[in-house]
């Protein structure tokens, strides 16, 4: 093959504009604009050249029918969204690395009205003057938690730092060892208190710590007590802790504050769902905290974002800090948030308005229908691989009663050969065949099977569009299979 030869089929790729003048493109270009038409043509066409050029074959696909839809696909590639929509089916359900909880419509609805328009955010409508963006939810999360006051920021972990900085800065903070709790992705409660210019005085043992510990620690360099909720793992056995309201006698006995940092912060009683049960902010407020802080996308249900409640005066010494500017939350999480809120004080059901009570309340039975319905449209679809439903256990997720499971119903994908080997690779390709999908669906592998928990699988509509990619997903898998040298 000489150099000539390679160099005429180059010049047998059409020119942009004549390929931007297919229908196919046409139409995207109606769709998306020219523009980036424009753009997936022009490196669909440098790719297509270096392939040819590499290669050095002649002609090896009918270069006018195929590179249309090559340039399809790239512009799909380029105008999908980075921050896609994926099907959680980890089995996970508020899922740190996959954004937590989902919105209620309702708080859909604020955040593109705040989107769309501008907001009283700092302004007040009944004087026309400044005012002050906590006003939007504070008297909401006030009667949410019978607090007298409220702030909010941009996560727990901001609202953690910002209550120990404004309350305990140059000062000790006193905490039982049983909590030095860390939660995912480098929230470390001793290095929070350092950044926070607290200084650590942990007191007893990490089973078991006493009233008499905490009275022995108070001094007059003590800035604060703090109680962190053990978020992600339980302490059994032979334990003791001292209560929230021992804790707050000990405090207040010694003039200095108690914040308690709940993480989660479940609004009602998952107890009266028939879920365990988590500690509300209200529990904490009336057993004498002063500070509570949580987590406004977790069991709540709403937007990232940390919710300080508590007595007037910390408050209004945390909203002084000149951290609370650092970390403030913008005009859209605050109206998710308030909508979020909204719900909780006005819904008849807020487990039905709240998606992420609803999932957690999801009715074991009608997880079961899904994975009926849906395993009747799996039968045969790839080869050489099983697909069963099986009984599983979800859990809650992000520090949310780490060890408290619930059960669910699974869609089992579990290659069968005899080879070892054989069996990893395909569940490789169906691991990374639903990745690839449009709206990629996220599982769990262990066991040597795919594990798709459908709890979170909920309603016609997604159970519909995860249906309507199955076709999708074979194609994609069988494309591995084929460019991995067949399916042995
Ligand atoms: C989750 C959690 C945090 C961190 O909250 P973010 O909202 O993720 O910043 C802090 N403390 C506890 C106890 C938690 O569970």
């Known amino acids: ?37 424009r753009r997936a043509v022009r490196e669909t066409l440098d790719a297509e050249r270096n392939r040819l050029q590499r290669s050095g074959v002649e002609q090896d696909r009918q270069i006018g029918e195929e590179l249309p839809v090559l340039a399809l696909d790239r512009l799909n590639g380029l105008v999908q969204p980075n921050a896609r929509a994926v099907f959680n089916l980890t089995g996970t359900v508020i899922h740190t690395n996959l954004g937590r909880s989902p919105l209620s419509e309702a708080a859909i609805e604020a ?28 008297q909401l999360l006030c009667e949410l938690t019978g607090a007298e006051a409220a ?10 730092v910002l209550a120990l900085g404004a309350l305990g800065g140059g000062r000790e903070a006193v905490i039982s060892r049983g909590e030095l709790i860390e939660i995912g992705g480098a929230f470390r409660m001793p290095d929070i208190m350092a950044a926070a210019g607290c200084r650590l005085h942990e007191v007893g043992t990490t089973n078991r710590t006493h009233e008499r510990d905490f009275e022995a620690a108070m001094g007059e360099n003590t800035g604060l007590i703090v109680k962190a909720h053990t978020s992600n793992y339980a302490i059994t056995g032979f334990t003791k802790e001292v209560s929230e309201s ?25 107890a009266a769902l028939g879920l365990p049960h988590e500690s509300l902010p209200r529990d904490a407020i009336a057993s004498g905290a002063d500070v509570v802080t949580f987590s406004g996308d977790k069991l709540l249900g709403g937007p990232q974002a940390g919710i300080i409640v508590g007595k007037r005066e910390m408050i209004a010494a945390i909203k002084k800090h000149p951290l609370k500017r650092a970390l403030r939350c ?15 004080r006005d819904s008849d059901c807020p487990e ?59 869609l089992v994908w579990r290659p069968c050969d005899t080879r070892r080997q054989v069996r990893e690779r395909r569940l490789r390709w169906l691991e990374t065949a639903f990745r690839q999908l449009p709206r990629p669906v996220i599982g769990r592998v262990n066991d040597g099977a795919l594990r798709l928990d459908l709890r979170c699988l909920a309603g016609e509509q997604e159970e519909a569009a995860f249906i309507a990619q199955l076709d999708r997903f074979k194609q994609r898998f069988d494309m591995l299979a084929d460019d991995e040298g067949g399916s042995a």
């Open 1 to 37: 093959m000489s150099d000539n030869t390679s160099l005429d089929v180059r010049r047998q790729l059409p020119s942009v504009d004549v390929l931007l003048a297919h229908p196919l493109l046409r139409d995207a270009q109606a769709c998306h604009g020219r523009t980036i038409v």
């Open 111 to 138: 955040l593109i009205r705040a989107g769309r328009h501008p907001v009283a955010l700092e302004y007040s409508l009944d004087t026309g003057r400044r005012g002050d963006r906590d006003d939007l939810v504070e």
């Open 151 to 160: 702030t909010v920021v941009n996560n727990n972990a901001a609202a953690v």
């Open 246 to 270: 021992g804790l707050a006698r000990i405090a207040h006995a010694h003039g200095v504050p108690l914040v308690i940092d709940l993480g989660s912060g479940a609004l009602i009683d998952l």
């Open 330 to 344: 913008d005009k859209l999480i605050l109206a998710a948030l308030e909508a979020t809120l909204r719900v909780y």
């Open 352 to 410: 039905c308005d709240i998606p992420t009570l609803a999932l957690l309340n999801r009715a074991e039975e009608d997880i079961a229908a899904t994975a009926e319905r849906i395993l009747a449209k799996t039968q045969g679809l790839v080869a050489d691989v099983d697909v069963t439903v099986e009984d599983c256990m979800s859990q809650l997720g992000s520090g949310a009663l780490p060890v408290d499971r619930l059960p669910s119903h699974a």
